[in-house]
């Protein structure tokens, strides 16, 4: 058997192969979207202006380590914001000069960083 045919025939076992895979899917989709939906959990209300939802509390090692990550995402474009907003938040200091309490907003804002 030449390799050209004997590639050819790898190639249609693989699509077979493909195929059975896919059947087996449909068929075990059906199964479970036959069965009676289960009752969808409650929604949470969003909290009103007044019941504000409690704030999650971050230790400076989380902050450190999400700042990190965003001043090195996309090959460092967000490095010079970064630093811009520890500056804001440390009353132009570094992460150490942050206040506990200022953690959540700082988050908040590097998480909002964008591609421009």
Do not use: H, W
């Not at 195929?19 to 075990?28: D, F, P, V």
């Not at 059906?30 to 409690?54: H, I, L, Q, V, Y």
């Not at 811009?84 to 960083?113: H, I, N």
């Amino acid at each position: 058997m030449s390799k050209m045919s004997e590639l050819s025939q790898v190639l249609d076992d693989l699509i077979s192969c493909g195929e059975k895979m896919i059947q087996t899917a449909n068929a075990i989709k059906e199964c479970f979207s036959e069965e009676t939906p289960a009752a969808e959990p409650e929604k949470k209300a969003k909290p009103t202006k007044k019941e504000k939802a409690p704030e999650k509390t971050y230790s400076k090692e989380d902050v450190r380590a999400l700042l990190a990550a965003k001043a090195n995402e996309a090959g460092g474009q967000f490095k010079a914001q970064v630093k811009t907003l520890v500056k804001k938040y440390a009353g132009g200091g570094s992460l150490t000069d942050v206040p506990a309490e200022s953690y959540p907003a700082l988050v908040e804002e590097v998480e909002g960083l964008k591609d421009a």
